[in-house]
């Protein structure tokens, strides 16, 4: 029983910056990948960025250099900081986690997403 609630998303102006936050709760023992997917109207959801344990990160060559995702094992959150925001970044974020619960088994988890809007 885990839940992810994203939370952060808004209207930007290009050039903007914006921090998403997702929150995990429920019985987790130890999350192995989470990570950022968005989805624009009419596509695919695609990979943003993930981030592992031991803080390996992977980034979408589209947000290289823009985007940063980190984590707080704490709190059981991860963040995606966006930077330099261009409108073609609008889109639906979800929070994805790969994870272990206290009793035992893995689960993919994902959350309901975050809308980004960025106007030019």
């Known amino acids: 029983q885990v839940q992810l609630v994203e939370s952060g998303g808004g209207l930007v102006q290009a050039g903007g910056s914006l921090r998403l936050s997702c929150a995990a709760s429920?019985?987790?023992?130890?999350?192995?990948?989470m990570g950022w997917y968005r989805q624009a109207p009419g596509k695919q959801r695609d990979l943003v960025a993930t981030?592992?344990?031991?803080?390996?990160?992977n980034y979408a060559d589209s947000v290289k250099g823009r985007f940063t995702i980190s984590r707080d094992n704490a709190k059981n959150t991860v963040y995606l900081q966006m930077t330099s925001l261009k409108p073609v970044d609008t889109a639906v974020y979800y929070c994805?986690?790969?994870?272990?619960?206290?009793?035992?088994?893995?689960?993919?988890?994902w959350g309901q997403g975050t809308l980004v809007t960025v106007s030019s």
């Open positions: 981030i592992t344990t031991g803080s390996s990160t």
């Open positions: 429920g019985s987790i023992f130890r999350f192995n990948v």
């Open positions: 994805f986690a790969d994870l272990t619960v206290v009793t035992g088994p893995d689960l993919e988890v």
